[in-house]
């Protein structure tokens, strides 16, 4: 690869907040933008987590800082983002990955299930992303938005009316804030995992129903951590500098599965 490739990758500068950095795809995203140059908010609810992931990142020579920030409450977000800008300055890059999956029935869900599931999948990236871009356009700094939604949020899946609802929502609310917010330079993208083995659904794969399920679908397999290094940056970076609006899947052609 050449210089004004490997450029495009350089978050050298930036601020990078990742939400939910205290396990599975968020601590790999923390670290993939460290090492990408970003100086990172690991935010979360589970504090000591980050801090081993801050103390990780730092003895592989990155800057990560913990921030405690409950993405169902708007005090702690503000105060999360007060925090960090009076420190490292104003967050150009966020990734919305906060997430909880919450499986039942369609006809057995109830109003909890409902409001627990959407708030934190599809209301808390509203917050989150309107904090961000609200500061970005104030400090008239350029930005990147990604929101992690799910390959549930492009098809149905049974069981799983609220999760898919909430990532469905996210991927318009993406196309949304994209279209009012392409004029103060900020890209806002989603990233559609497929299935990538994390304490949201562990248990699963380590059942035999899981084992047969990915049999049965492309690419017969969990996706790797690495396999989602590359999207996230290029959507994160200058390597996705005309790209804004789209949501991506990285499911291994779990997709384009035969109906
Ligand atoms: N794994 C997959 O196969 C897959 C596929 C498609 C999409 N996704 C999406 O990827 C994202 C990450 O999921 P994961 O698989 O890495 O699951 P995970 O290991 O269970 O991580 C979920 C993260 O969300 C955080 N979180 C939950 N509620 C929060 C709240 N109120 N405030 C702040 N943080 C909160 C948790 O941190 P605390 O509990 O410490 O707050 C945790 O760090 C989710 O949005 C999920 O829907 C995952």
Redo the contacts with the bound molecule.
């Keep these: 690869m050449n210089d004004a490739m490997l450029k495009t990758l350089d978050l050298s500068g930036q601020v990078a907040l990742v939400?939910?950095?205290?396990?599975?795809?968020?601590a790999h995203f923390a670290k993939v933008l460290s090492q990408a140059g970003a100086t990172v908010v690991a935010?979360?609810?589970?504090i000591d987590?980050l801090e081993s992931l801050v103390a990780n990142i730092a003895a592989t020579g990155g800057k990560a800082i913990a921030v405690e920030?409950?993405?169902?409450n708007s005090d702690s977000v503000v105060a999360a983002f007060d925090t960090v800008q009076a420190s490292e300055g104003v967050i150009s890059i966020v990734v919305n990955?906060?997430?909880?999956?919450d499986p039942s029935r369609f006809i057995d869900s109830t109003e909890e299930n409902w409001d627990f599931t959407v708030d934190?999948?599809l209301k808390?990236v509203w917050r989150v992303s309107r904090e961000a871009s609200a500061r970005m356009i104030q400090a008239g700094v350029a930005g990147s938005i990604v929101n992690?939604s799910?390959?549930l949020g492009l098809h149905p899946s049974a069981n799983n009316t609220l999760y898919a609802t909430a990532?469905a929502g996210v991927i318009q609310l993406t196309k949304n804030s994209a279209q009012e917010l392409w004029r103060h330079n900020i890209r806002v993208n989603a990233l559609c995992?497929?299935?990538?083995e994390?304490?949201?659904?562990a248990d699963f794969f380590k059942s035999e129903k899981g084992v047969q399920y990915l049999k049965k679908i492309p690419p017969r397999r969990l996706g790797q951590m690495d396999e989602l290094t590359m999207p996230l940056l290029m959507l994160a970076s200058n390597a996705g500098s005309f790209i804004s609006g789209i949501a991506l899947p990285v499911d291994g052609g779990h997709l384009v599965q035969s109906l």
């Design positions: 939400t939910g950095a205290s396990s599975g795809l968020g935010a979360a609810r589970r987590r920030m409950d993405v169902n990955n906060a997430g909880v999956a934190t999948n808390a992690i799910s390959i990532k995992p497929g299935y990538f994390t304490e949201i659904n």
